[in-house]
């Protein structure tokens, strides 16, 4: 498992990495406006969500390790294409691959947990991969930034394509010994279960919170946060990677605790996802006085820290969904969920693109960047708001499971 979760560290820096860390040196190498470069984002994002659903049926139907070497394949080609484009056709072009390649690769991880280890084992362990994958933001983050400075952001791309192909090599070398990870179901997994999953009306409360907290956490994180911190506070780039840097490290540490605080709690997951949107909704009130009155850049930094409580919820809702449905369909389930995660991120990214092209005639130009006023930022923080606040009354509505699946046909030993 280990060459595996390498891989979906290296696949996440890429989707934090670019283009928030380096959405400044991007705009100015290929002189375009701020949706085009965001753009980059959303295709990363529509992809990769759209690709979910597909990629769960596929796990649940070819197994894991057939899906996740294609997946590697993928995110190695696009990872060498992206930094080698001169034009923004195949800039976009390696950035599909990257997003292909990258959606294969975490359910697979998910479905390989679940054949391996108990249901009671499984929030644990699914906690500690989804912290490998945010380690894999957080070096998207600052230590991306500082290379970038200093190597330039291609040839540091280039780099992180080479060590994503080494554990790819590494995970086919292993693959004669992990083969019993690659069954798939004996029975045919195709549309009817995602009628079973979408019919089943606590998984549809359970989407919806773990697709609205992500997404907002993800847009500062890995799209806007640096950004807001250069136009309005005008830090330099390494101080404005340092906040979603911190951020991220808040991330990972929540994601490594949440199985074991939901242990503690008596295998409860409702008041994990609670707490976790209601810090959120709290960091998304500070940000906007923070922004609108000007106060300390500090302020903003403890909003981010709130907003990184979203991995206390995510590991909480994917345990869920795979708690409320079948095991057979565990990965259609757990597609379902995470593709709806990035499709949700991806209209997020674009309405808030649509926000600061609106604002592009207030905006200045200094050293080739272009700098959106403060008005523009605390437009997209309000939307922000507004959607955390519906998302914590839909999540006082989540069945609880204490832990338990709800079919009896999970006879693993608990």
Same mark, same amino acid.
């Given at each position: 498992?280990?060459?595996?979760?390498?891989?979906?560290?290296?696949?996440?820096?890429?989707?934090?990495?670019?283009?928030?860390?380096?959405?400044?040196?991007?705009?100015?190498?290929?002189?375009?406006?701020?949706?085009?470069?965001?753009?980059?984002?959303?295709?990363?994002?529509?992809?990769?969500?759209?690709?979910? &659903?597909?990629?769960?049926? =596929?796990? *649940? #139907?070819? $197994?894991?390790?057939?899906? +996740? @070497?294609?997946?590697?394949? %993928?995110?190695?080609?696009?990872?060498?294409?992206?930094?080698?484009?001169?034009?923004?056709?195949?800039?976009?072009?390696?950035?599909?691959?990257?997003?292909?390649?990258?959606?294969?690769?975490?359910?697979?991880?998910?479905?390989?947990?679940?054949?391996?280890?108990?249901?009671?084992?499984?929030?644990?362990?699914?906690?500690?991969?989804?912290?490998?994958?945010?380690?894999?933001?957080?070096?998207?983050? &600052?230590?991306?930034?500082? =290379?970038? *400075? #200093?190597? $330039?952001?291609?040839?540091? +791309? @280039?780099?992180?394509?080479? %060590?994503?192909?080494?554990?790819?090599?590494?995970?086919?070398?292993?693959?004669?010994?992990?083969?019993?990870?690659?069954?798939?179901?004996?029975?045919?997994?195709?549309?009817?279960?995602?009628?079973?999953?979408?019919?089943?009306?606590?998984?549809?409360?359970?989407?919806?919170?773990?697709?609205?907290?992500?997404?907002?956490?993800?847009?500062?994180?890995?799209?806007?946060?640096?950004?807001?911190?250069?136009?309005?506070?005008?830090?330099?780039?390494?101080?404005?990677?340092?906040?979603?840097?911190?951020?991220?490290?808040?991330?990972?540490?929540?994601?490594?605790?949440?199985?074991?605080?939901?242990?503690?709690?008596?295998?409860?997951?409702?008041?994990?996802?609670?707490?976790?949107?209601?810090?959120?909704?709290?960091?998304?009130?500070?940000?906007?006085?923070?922004?609108?009155?000007?106060?300390?850049?500090?302020?903003?930094?403890?909003?981010?820290?709130?907003?990184?409580?979203?991995?206390?919820?995510?590991?909480?809702?994917?345990?869920?969904?795979?708690?409320?449905?079948?095991?057979?369909?565990?990965?259609?389930?757990?597609?379902?969920?995470?593709?709806?995660?990035?499709?949700?991120?991806?209209?997020?990214?674009?309405?808030?693109?649509?926000?600061?092209?609106?604002?592009?005639?207030?905006?200045?130009?200094?050293?080739?960047?272009?700098?959106?006023?403060?008005?523009?930022?605390?437009?997209?923080?309000g939307f922000c708001i507004a959607m955390l606040v519906i998302s914590f009354c839909t999540a006082c509505y989540i069945k609880e499971t204490h832990g338990i699946p709800s079919f009896a046909s999970d006879t693993r030993q608990k």
């Open positions: 498992m280990a060459s595996t979760t390498v891989i979906y560290f290296f696949s996440y820096m890429q989707r934090v990495a670019v283009p928030g860390t380096i959405f400044d040196e991007l705009q100015t190498t290929f002189a375009v406006s701020a949706s085009a470069i965001v753009a980059l984002s959303a295709i990363f994002l529509y992809i990769y969500g759209g690709m979910q &659903l597909i990629v769960g049926m =596929l796990t *649940d #139907r070819l $197994g894991a390790l057939t899906v +996740l @070497i294609t997946g590697g394949v %993928l995110l190695c080609g696009g990872s060498f294409l992206f930094p080698m484009a001169h034009s923004l056709p195949v800039l976009y072009a390696g950035r599909v691959l990257v997003a292909l390649g990258a959606s294969l690769i975490y359910l697979s991880i998910v479905k390989c947990l679940d054949a391996m280890f108990s249901a009671r084992l499984f929030p644990v362990l699914l906690g500690i991969t989804i912290g490998i994958g945010y380690t894999g933001g957080l070096v998207g983050t &600052l230590p991306f930034a500082v =290379l970038s *400075d #200093r190597w $330039g952001w291609r040839a540091t +791309l @280039i780099g992180v394509a080479a %060590l994503t192909l080494a554990a790819l090599i590494v995970t086919m070398l292993m693959l004669p010994r992990v083969r019993m990870l690659n069954q798939g179901s004996v029975c045919g997994v195709g549309l009817g279960s995602i009628g079973t999953v979408l019919r089943n009306l606590s998984s549809l409360a359970v989407i919806f919170v773990g697709s609205t907290n992500f997404s907002v956490y993800f847009l500062f994180q890995a799209t806007f946060g640096k950004k807001l911190l250069h136009d309005v506070y005008h830090l330099p780039s390494a101080t404005s990677a340092m906040f979603p840097f911190i951020m991220t490290i808040v991330a990972v540490s929540c994601s490594l605790t949440s199985g074991m605080l939901s242990r503690a709690l008596v295998h409860r997951r409702k008041p994990i996802v609670l707490f976790a949107t209601l810090c959120m909704v709290i960091g998304g009130v500070l940000l906007a006085c923070s922004v609108w009155c000007g106060w300390s850049y500090i302020w903003v930094l403890v909003s981010f820290c709130l907003l990184g409580q979203t991995s206390l919820g995510s590991v909480m809702t994917a345990t869920l969904m795979k708690e409320l449905n079948p095991p057979e369909v565990v990965g259609t389930a757990i597609g379902l969920s995470n593709g709806a995660c990035y499709l949700v991120v991806a209209v997020y990214t674009s309405i808030a693109g649509y926000i600061l092209d609106r604002f592009s005639g207030s905006a200045t130009v200094i050293h080739g960047a272009v700098v959106y006023p403060r008005m523009a930022y605390l437009v997209i923080v």
